[in-house]
């Protein structure tokens, strides 16, 4: 979560908020990152921890399996009302950010890069 919000700061984002936090045993899982200017939401997965829940007890998987269920109907409605979903499933912060520059909606602003520019020639 503080990769993701470090990295996004130092690109110039400066309205992003948090939300929908997962965390087991002190451990985040799971975590909602909006980017508002650009009516995104990354959906950040530790796939570390995904799967050390199959070692946790079965009120820490129901809790899981309950997040999972209200995530999916949260992502459809978000998607349907214009919104985009970016996932980054990741553990490594150099692979998070390496995710995180993948993402084109996160690129320059797409105004600026899809001006016609004409060129004289003589």
Not at 50 to 60: I, M, P
Request: proline share 2%; with cysteine; charged share 25%.
């Amino acid at each position: 979560m503080d990769v993701i919000r470090q990295h996004l700061r130092t690109r110039g984002f400066a309205s992003v908020s948090i939300d929908r936090i997962l965390r087991i045993d002190d451990q985040i899982v799971s975590v909602d990152v909006f980017v508002k200017d650009r009516n995104l939401l990354i959906k950040y997965w530790n796939p570390a921890e995904v799967a050390n829940l199959g070692t946790k007890d079965v009120a820490r998987q129901r809790a899981y399996a309950q997040y999972k269920q209200d995530w999916e109907q949260f992502a459809q409605r978000y998607k349907q009302t214009g919104g985009e979903v970016y996932t980054v499933t990741a553990s490594e912060p150099q692979t998070i950010v390496a995710a995180l520059d993948s993402c084109t909606k996160l690129g320059p602003d797409d105004s600026a890069t899809s001006r016609l520019v004409l060129y004289a020639k003589n």
